[in-house]
């Protein structure tokens, strides 16, 4: 068995949220840019909060019909205030059910930006140090935001991707690739096996909007102490 912090994307709008929650350590919410709305928010986090589990914001570009998962020209500017608006959405949320903000994950597309683009990284770790001091950050274990978030000394997490094959240069392959997505249960824990053994991951994602997640999680939850 092997210890390891478990995250799944939801409040997406799949249809099974409820049942996937019980299988996870940490949710990462949809704050209404590529996906959620008040009511899947005000659901999740109820849901959450009955089975014990860490809440944690997903801003993404504000873009559904892509899923926020293509690149937007916005200025650094831009991107940070479209991250403090879908926080702010989801922490009136968490308020209104007395709950707590336990980390934020950024999604798809801003989340590969801030990995890659230096400036656009460093402005959000110091937002991220002004606004959510205590707030742990979800990243890749390497990357602009992890060294933009390192530098400044905030509370982070190095999450890797059960579902998501890696390249030879450590990063996620494209979704374009034929080989980036695993489906298969048993490939999928497998891989989480590695990437726990390696020690360079604090937290595991499973992508909540799989169609795949629940057989996943259901065959992870046997291998990991939760």
């Known amino acids: 068995m092997i210890a390891i912090d478990i995250n799944a994307d939801l409040g997406e709008g799949a249809s099974h949220d409820a049942a996937i929650m019980p299988l996870i350590n940490s949710c990462n919410i949809a704050c209404g840019g590529h996906a959620g709305d008040g009511d899947l928010m005000n659901l999740t986090v109820k849901i959450a909060m009955q089975q014990g589990v860490h809440i944690g914001a997903h801003p993404g570009y504000a873009d559904r019909e892509n899923f926020g998962r293509l690149p937007h020209n916005l200025s650094e500017i ?32 801003l989340y590969h930006r801030a990995n890659e683009d230096a400036a656009c990284a460093a402005a959000l770790a110091a937002w991220c140090e002004k606004m959510l001091p205590q707030t742990i950050i979800f990243v890749p274990p390497m990357g602009a935001f992890f060294a933009a978030l390192s530098q400044c000394g905030h509370p ?30 048993q490939e999928a824990a497998r891989h989480a096996h590695q990437l726990a053994r390696t020690g360079h991951f604090d937290t595991l994602c499973v992508h909540g909007d799989g169609e795949q997640a629940f057989n996943i999680l259901t065959t992870l939850r046997s291998d990991f102490i939760f």
């Open 78 to 109: 831009e991107v940070v205030a479209l991250v403090e608006q879908q926080v702010q959405n989801l922490l009136e949320c968490i308020d209104r059910h007395s709950a707590s903000l336990h980390h934020l994950k950024l999604h798809g597309a």
């Open 156 to 185: 982070l997490w190095r999450e890797g991707f059960v579902d998501r094959r890696y390249g030879d240069n450590g990063m996620l392959l494209p979704r374009s690739h034929p080989q980036a997505l695993i489906h298969d249960p």
